[in-house]
């Protein structure tokens, strides 16, 4: 008698456990990692980014933990950042290295740390040296209210912040100096 009620048992807790997935589909519950903690992350990673299928930019860092905000996520890179940007066609046009960096949901960039903004080819490089700057997507337009200094082949230009295109052709510069060399 003792076995039928323990096998009768067994069968009670097995078909307990049974039920309707389809009734029973939940997520994940997420919400015990509790606030500043990532729900993951990783070393020596990659990111892509992407605008209708065609790679625009590439993201290589140390680490990266990815975190829940106000509904969305934000990626938070840091073990040394690259940022790599492409044209329309394709191709590299510029290097963004950092410190640290924040990805956003709508794939704006903020780089903070030793940032260091190179484009162009051999013998006409622009060069942007800062401490943080910001790279909206919706534009392509990087920009930082910090001290700035650029650099190209015959000229030095510092000032309080700046704003340019993502190739660096064309940008602004505010409060600015600088230093020219003028061929004679």
Excluded at 1 to 14: A, E, G, Q, T
Excluded at 35 to 58: A, C, D, F, M, Y
Excluded at 70 to 90: I, K, P, Y
Excluded at 104 to 130: F, L, M, P, R, Y
Aim: hydrophobic share 35%; with cysteine; net charge neutral.
């Amino acid at each position: 008698m003792k076995k039928v009620i323990v096998l009768f048992l067994h069968v009670i807790l097995i078909l307990s456990g049974c039920g309707d997935p389809v009734k029973e589909h939940r997520s994940p519950d997420t919400t015990f990692i509790g606030l500043n903690h990532p729900v993951q992350e990783g070393w020596t990673i990659r990111i892509s980014l992407t605008e209708s299928g065609i790679k625009r930019g590439v993201i290589d860092a140390g680490h990266g933990a990815e975190y829940r905000i106000n509904g969305g996520s934000e990626h938070h890179l840091d073990g040394g950042v690259r940022v790599t940007l492409f044209d329309a066609n394709g191709y590299a046009t510029t290097t963004i290295t950092a410190q640290k960096a924040v990805i956003h949901d709508n794939q704006d960039i903020e780089a903070q740390g030793n940032v260091v903004i190179t484009s162009g080819v051999s013998g006409n490089t622009t060069v942007i040296k800062t401490e943080y700057v910001k790279r909206t997507a919706d534009d392509k337009i990087i920009r930082s209210d910090r001290f700035v200094t650029i650099s190209k082949l015959d000229e030095t230009i510092r000032g309080e912040g700046f704003e340019s295109d993502q190739a660096l052709k064309k940008y602004r510069i505010f409060r600015g100096s600088g230093e020219a060399f003028i061929k004679q």
